[in-house]
Every structure is written in structure tokens, then in C-alpha cells.
């Protein structure tokens, strides 16, 4: 885990709230290095899937050849949901490190904790890191929508 990988993930959030998209961004690291990036698309691709988790692990697939993201690390600036969650263990993602908790659809710890299951190729989960920052720009997205 390293925080400064939070600060590319906190980019692509901001250029998810440009766009009107609710602002999470994501970015997966493999081997010291990122190898993609992305940012929430819902509403700009009416997807109820193009979450930034789902939108970055499909770029990584593509750039390793392969759907299995062994030793990868996913940086997120919110806590992934139930969805994004399942398809990082399909990815057998190493680590997931977000930012801000979810308390609204959380599925790390907030609202329910996936991983408490008995699920193979399970995620170190690491939560809180530049928490402040992703929830400033959460905040700020939806101050401005009201």
C-alpha cells in the first residue's frame, strides 16, 4: 500500500464531478505501478456498472491479457459496493485500499463486510487512507447538485 497511488484516484473523482458524474475515482497498481485508471460513467454511459472499481480492474484486464489482476493493488476514493467488491475477488485482486466509508452502500465494512464470508482470493482491505480529501470532494459535489 502506498497513499500517493490515493492521489491519482482523487484525480479521476475530480474529473468524474467535471462531468456530473458522482465523483469516485479508482486506479489499479501492479507492480509499483499503475496500469489503469478510471472514474464513475454511470450516467454518462447509462450503465448501472460503470462504477470507477469496474471501469479500472476492465482497463487492467486488458492491459495484463488476462481477467486475473494476481497481485494487483485497486485504489478507490469510496469504500466499493457489494458489485465492485464480488469483482475484485473474480480478479483475485491483492489489496484494496479506498478512501471515504460508505455508509449508504459500503460493502467493505460500513453497511454489510463481504469479505466476512468464507471467499477464496479475498482482498487485504485497507480503508481511511486520504479520507478527508475524498470525502471534500463528495461533499462538494453534492452541495453544489442541491
Do not use: W
Amino acid at each position: 500500500m502506498n497513499a500517493k497511488y490515493m492521489e491519482f484516484a482523487l484525480e479521476q473523482a475530480k474529473k468524474a464531478a467535471l462531468m456530473g458524474e458522482v465523483p469516485i475515482g479508482a486506479v489499479v497498481v501492479l507492480n509499483g505501478k499503475i496500469i489503469a485508471s478510471a472514474h464513475n460513467l454511470c450516467e454518462s454511459l447509462k450503465d448501472p456498472t460503470a462504477h470507477a472499481e469496474i471501469l479500472a480492474m476492465k482497463k487492467a484486464a486488458e492491459v495484463v491479457g488476462d481477467f486475473r489482476l494476481t497481485g494487483a493493488e485497486l485504489y478507490v476514493t469510496l469504500e466499493p459496493c457489494a458489485m465492485c467488491s464480488g469483482a475484485a475477488i473474480n480478479a483475485r485482486v491483492k489489496e484494496i485500499i479506498f478512501g471515504a466509508a460508505d455508509p449508504v452502500k459500503g460493502a467493505l465494512g460500513s453497511v454489510t463486510n463481504l469479505y466476512s464470508f468464507n471467499f477464496p482470493n479475498k482482498p487485504t482491505v485497507y480503508g481511511g487512507i486520504k479520507e478527508k480529501e475524498a470525502v471534500q470532494i463528495l461533499q462538494d459535489f453534492f452541495k453544489a447538485k442541491r
